[in-house]
């Protein structure tokens, strides 16, 4: 990489973290290294308890890391404080969890605008930008219902709302269509296709093979490390377009 | 294709042009698009069979078409595949064959192996997103979608336990 | 903060009960630490309403005679009035003559004089027209008219008001005459008017001289040269807590040469206050225990809170709250509430404080009082919030059950019991004792108001004690007779058997009182002759042995101090001009004189040299037996009507009554608290425990057995903590109030535990109340709970 090419969004490097259950210590990630450029679309696949939702965390600064290093488009946040690490957080980053995104007591509406607000946006910015997020999820006229009123895929979409309303530079999503149904799935999938399309970044964990299928580069992961790295390259195109036809083939 | 013929004859005769448009309506763009002489050479064998009777009916400036209408050994036959259980579907059998003996070769290692394997099934899987994207108003095409894209997480599945036991 | 408002807005509105529990919990707090602060600063302090009702100077000054002039005597010499113009010094009190001179007794028609015997200096002020006057206890003031006591043969005595606590050493009543000692040995007859009380006086005989008041012409007769006249100023201070510096810039300003006495409010009150302050300091360790265990509760409901949104708290980290303004919120969400609660519970305090006021009128409740009060609840508060919100703001930025293995490891439990026992029983068990820790913290927070409802109880009983008298108690109920001087030598010689026949009384002894010195002793104590070696009086003998031989005596623990000796030594003191050596036995519990009471038997004191008849008789009543009531009935019963002399023995318990009344409260206050911690443990118990509950449902326990489990938990953590509570809470009671007893003179071994049946009820109410607030809504949640339920 030349000098005058900008530094990734995001560069991992030697990343490692255990968990410690009593004397135990158990492994999570061990020693990752990773670039996500501005724009990717990057799912992390692997197998349960490969350390995928770990990685997340860490990229996130949710976790911090045993040994390794971490920089946000070139500048070292592995030292951050935990408030450092918040604002970064509210300010760069937009998470979304498999379950339990919303804030049971607030309503969607105030559960979307608390991190514009956090971030210092009037309450009138913060309002119309609910409002338009809400619109293109198809949410609308849930605003004053309780997250205990909505569906899964509901809450999801909210849960995507509130991670965008501060325009991230980065989303990541640890499972995100993990517990909905798959009708749900498509639909929040479809919206972080929307999103990358434009321009967005995403790195998420999945085990879904569909949602891992929708990104541009699929990293698997094994036993806390990188088993492989495959950037997906559109099928060949044909009379059946996309290389599906030995999957669709309905044998006699 | 003969039992899908003869279903489509079950419930209306029709030409076999119009099965043609019948089968590409029903299955979308996610059934391989049905050639029309592999379907007149299966009608023609199907009235061989005695599943099905022709009956030439003459048009005005064009060739006489052939109307088919099934009999009732054809609606016997439709009764039977219907009823009779369907087989499940097969393992990757070559791609395991290709797992079980290339460390063997030393030719290749099962780690590569398994990630070329990934990388075409997400491949395939990303072909399905944006076949399921466009037929997003057809419900039968929808479903086949949904049947690949099941099967395809079942491999992956089993991609990653050949991981664990094997690499 | 407009994001954390809203956070708090939406929080609050979606758990009121919580809340409400915390805004009542603070009210009540703060309601009872204010009455009992008001109540201990001035119910059981009356001197300070006394003080304040009395508008009297914080200094008084007993200045030397005017210099001798022939003209107008008080214009000479220093000019008292002029230290009005001290600094700090806002206003002077008349002027007042004052003359010194002797009590030497009470004075009866036909022999001489009667009493202990004592000589009690004696300083009488002049009335002045414009003087502030005390506040009369009995009798009437001084006036030209009433200067003589009804009667014909009591001629026209001029007439004097005795100070309380002058009155009771001289033991003298409105209508008494005396016989005061004035210059050149000559005697003069009074008769007292009036008993009044001065809250600016140093009481008799701590300030080594008795008080009382006559009229201008009395003084001049009891002192006609005006050389020999004192006279007396009081300065009103700006700020009371100068006092000493005042008096000593006064001291300065008018000469030390002239200055005879001066006394400030701080020694009055010193000399005064002494009698409830064990009650008092009781009830303001319970009461301090009880905002203890206060904060904890309203602690463990924030913890609780808290771990019931871990889940809420984690994502509001991952959105990007610092941990500082996570434990902002919370503090400030909880002092808000908090602070509801103390406005609440002033309101009430201020409300209430003028009912409890009692008979000498409403309590003030003092804007300092209110101030710090508060000021410590809400900083309490505020603190016992901050921890569990310190606690909060390290939660890891993760929602629960995404991605951390469990960070702890269940217990195995022992399910065999079940074959044997409910499945209620052992399951509500078994989760007791698998989740140790938490089991532990729940235990030691109800342990506090248990501890702190002990102490109130230890309180209760000793009070129980003292007042009820009889055996095992601090002291006796005792009713000191004696017969008027006027009475025929044949009815003093038949008073004793008289007594003894009287129903209600166990028994009489023979009783003197003498003033007695310590070798190097300035001050004083009392040497009291009580029982004889053949019929000891009954002491409550904490240390040591009773009186057994002649020249044996037993001490109250101030006697000891004073003396400087322990049980077992020899005093030497020293009555009038009798040396008397005493071999100390015992120590007694010694609730008179603060305990500065030497007790010897009547055959000690009755040497043949000495051949004074007993000035009094003390009765110890059955236990049980109403001493007013015998005292009533005294009179007539032993015949001898007017010409007895009954006195209740000094009152250890006096006030109990109020005092019980603050114990009620207390314990109803450490109720609701302990209320408070048990909804707090069933509604973290339900919370830990609602996958289980569904799961119980799903094997097979049908609700009710479900929700009991949750109810068998619940009694159980509640039963250990009555029992911690009950355990550490007795003996740390006993000591402190041993301790204080100790302090106060009486000595310690006053001490007396709760009964048992007290302390079973508690344990029983407790654990019951327990076991209900967990099983009732355990119950509904069993009704409905699933084992899928997200947690």
Wanted: with cysteine.
């Amino acid at each position: 990489m030349s000098a005058a090419e900008p530094p990734p969004l995001l560069r991992a490097e030697g990343l490692v973290k255990s968990h410690r259950n009593g004397a135990v210590s158990i492994p999570a990630v061990r020693g990752v290294d990773l670039e996500v450029a501005r724009g990717e679309f990057t799912a992390v696949t692997g197998p349960s308890g490969a350390g995928k939702s770990t990685l997340l965390h860490l990229l996130g600064g949710l976790q911090r890391p045993d040994q390794g290093t971490l920089a946000l488009d070139g500048a070292r946040v592995d030292g951050c404080s935990e408030s450092q690490w918040a604002v970064l957080r509210r300010r760069r980053y937009g998470i979304v969890f498999q379950s339990g995104n919303l804030l049971s007591d607030l309503t969607v509406a105030d559960n979307v605008e608390l991190p514009a607000l956090l971030c210092g946006m009037t309450a009138r910015t913060a309002r119309s930008r609910r409002t338009e997020l809400l619109e293109q999820l198809g949410l609308e006229g849930t605003s004053d219902r309780g997250p205990s009123e909505l569906s899964g895929g509901e809450r999801q979409r909210v849960a995507l709302a509130r991670a965008l309303v501060n325009e991230p530079d980065l989303l990541l999503a640890d499972e995100p269509t993990g517990n909905l149904d798959s009708r749900s799935a498509r639909e929040v999938l479809a919206l972080l296709t929307r999103f990358h399309g434009q321009g967005r970044t995403i790195v998420l964990v999945t085990h879904d093979a569909r949602v891992a299928g929708s990104a541009d580069r699929v990293i698997s992961l094994f036993d806390g490390r990188i088993a492989d790295d495959a950037r997906l390259s559109d099928p060949p195109a044909g009379p059946h377009p996309y290389g599906v036809r030995p999957v669709l083939e309905l044998g006699d | 294709m003969r039992h899908q013929l003869l279903a489509l004859l079950a419930k209306q005769p029709a030409y076999g042009y119009e099965l043609k448009q019948a089968l590409e309506q029903t299955f979308g763009a996610a059934y391989p698009q049905p050639n029309i002489g592999q379907i007149y050479v299966t009608l023609g064998r199907l009235e061989k069979g005695g599943q099905i009777r022709g009956e030439e009916v003459s048009q005005d400036g064009k060739p006489d078409k052939k109307v088919y209408e099934i009999t009732e050994s054809g609606r016997a036959e439709v009764v039977t595949w219907i009823n009779a259980p369907t087989d499940g579907p097969h393992v990757r059998d070559e791609f395991f064959m290709k797992l079980v003996l290339a460390p063997g070769t030393e030719l290749a290692d099962r780690l590569t192996l398994i990630n070329n394997q990934r990388r075409h099934c997400l491949t395939v899987m990303r072909g399905l997103n944006r076949l399921a994207a466009q037929e997003r108003d057809n419900r039968v095409s929808q479903l086949l979608i949904e049947g690949a894209v099941l099967h395809l997480q079942a491999d992956l599945d089993w991609l990653e336990r050949c991981q664990e036991e094997l690499a | 903060m407009r994001a954390l408002l809203r956070w708090t807005r939406a929080d609050l509105r979606s758990h009121r009960v919580p809340s409400l529990l915390v805004v009542l919990a603070t009210a009540g707090t703060v309601a009872a630490l204010l009455l009992a602060g008001t109540l201990l600063g001035a119910a059981f302090d009356p001197w300070q309403r006394d003080f304040a009702a009395s508008g009297a100077p914080q200094v008084r000054i007993d200045a030397g005679p005017a210099a001798p002039g022939p003209g107008d005597p008080a214009a000479t010499g220093p000019d008292l009035g002029s230290l009005a113009r001290l600094p700090g010094v806002t206003a002077v009190t008349v002027q007042q003559r004052t003359a010194d001179t002797t009590l030497i007794g009470r004075l009866g028609p036909a022999a001489g004089t009667t009493g202990s015997g004592d000589r009690i200096p004696l300083v009488l002020r002049a009335d002045a027209p414009d003087a502030a006057r005390p506040r009369l206890l009995s009798g009437t003031w001084l006036s030209p008219a009433n200067g003589s006591a009804p009667g014909p043969a009591a001629g026209a005595l001029p007439g004097l008001v005795l100070e309380r606590s002058a009155a009771e050493a001289a033991w003298a009543r409105p209508g008494d005459r005396l016989t005061l000692q004035i210059t050149q040995g000559r005697l003069l007859d009074v008769v007292v008017t009036g008993v009044a009380d001065s809250p600016d006086q140093v009481s008799y005989p701590a300030a080594g001289y008795a008080l009382g008041w006559v009229l201008p012409a009395t003084l001049d007769r009891v002192q006609p040269d005006p050389v020999g006249q004192g006279r007396t100023i009081g300065l009103k201070l700006a700020d009371p807590g100068n006092a000493d510096y005042v008096a000593q810039s006064a001291v300065n300003a008018i000469g030390s040469d002239q200055v005879v006495r001066i006394s400030t409010w701080l020694e009055a009150r010193a000399s005064q206050e002494q009698d409830s302050r064990l009650t008092g300091l009781l009830l303001g360790l319970s009461g301090l225990a009880a905002l203890l265990a206060a904060a904890l509760a309203v602690a463990g409901a924030a913890a609780g809170r808290i771990r019931a949104r871990t889940g809420d708290i984690a994502l509001l980290k991952a959105l990007g709250f610092t941990p500082r303004q996570v434990v902002r919120m919370f503090v400030i969400e909880h002092l808000l509430l908090a602070g509801t609660g103390t406005l609440l519970g002033a309101g009430l305090a201020v409300l209430l404080a003028p009912g409890i006021g009692g008979e000498s009128g409403p309590l003030p409740l003092g804007p300092t009082v209110l101030g710090v009060v508060t000021g410590i609840a809400l900083g309490v508060i505020g603190v016992s919030v901050a921890l569990p919100a310190y606690r909060a703001a390290r939660v890891l930025p993760i929602p629960p059950g995404d991605g951390i293995p469990g960070a702890r490891s269940p217990r195995p439990a022992r399910l065999g019991a079940l074959r044997r026992f409910p499945p209620a029983v052992v399951l509500g068990l078994s989760t007791v004792l698998r989740h140790r820790g938490s089991s532990s913290v729940t235990v030691l927070r109800l342990a506090v108001p248990v501890f702190a409802c002990t102490l109130a109880l230890s309180t209760w009983a000793t009070l129980d004690a003292v007042g009820r008298g009889g055996q095992g108690s601090a002291t006796h109920s005792v009713l000191t007779v004696r017969l008027d001087a006027g009475a025929a030598p044949q009815q003093s010689a038949e008073l004793p058997e008289r007594l003894g026949t009287v129903p209600g009384v166990a028994g009489v002894y023979p009783s003197a009182e003498l003033q007695a010195l310590a070798p190097g002793q300035s001050a004083t104590l009392t040497l009291r002759a009580l029982g004889t070696t053949a019929h000891p009086f009954p002491f409550t003998i904490a240390e040591g042995r009773g009186i057994e031989a002649t020249d044996e005596a037993v001490a109250g623990q101030a006697a000891l101090d004073l003396l400087n000796v322990r049980v077992g030594q020899w005093v030497r003191i020293t009555t009038g001009s009798t040396p008397r050596i005493l071999h100390i036995v015992g120590r007694n519990l010694e609730p008179d004189l603060d305990g500065r009471i030497i007790s010897t038997s009547w055959d000690t004191l009755d040497r043949p040299d000495d051949g004074t008849a007993p000035a009094f008789y003390s009765l110890v009543l059955r236990p049980g037996s109403d001493p007013d009531r015998i005292r009533a009935a005294l009179p007539a019963v032993t015949g001898l009507g007017s010409a007895l002399d009954v006195r209740p023995s000094p009152d250890a318990a006096a006030g109990l009554t109020g005092l019980r009344g603050s114990v009620i409260g207390l314990v109803a206050l450490l109720a609701l608290i302990a209320t408070a911690e048990l909804l707090t443990t069933a509604a973290s118990g339900i919370r830990d425990h609602r996958h289980d509950l569904g799961l119980l449902r799903a094997i097979g326990l049908t609700p009710r057995q479900a929700g009991a489990t949750m109810g068998v938990r619940g009694a159980a953590l509640a039963l250990c903590g009555v029992l911690l509570g009950v355990v550490l809470g007795i003996p740390l009671a006993q000591h402190l109030i041993n301790l204080q007893g100790r302090d106060d003179g009486i000595g310690s071994g006053i001490a007396h535990a709760p009964s048992l049946t007290a302390v079973l009820i508690l344990a029983a109410v407790t654990t019951l109340a327990a076991g209900t607030t967990s099983a009732v809504p355990a119950l509904r949640t069993a009704r409905t709970a699933t084992a899928t339920e997200p947690r």
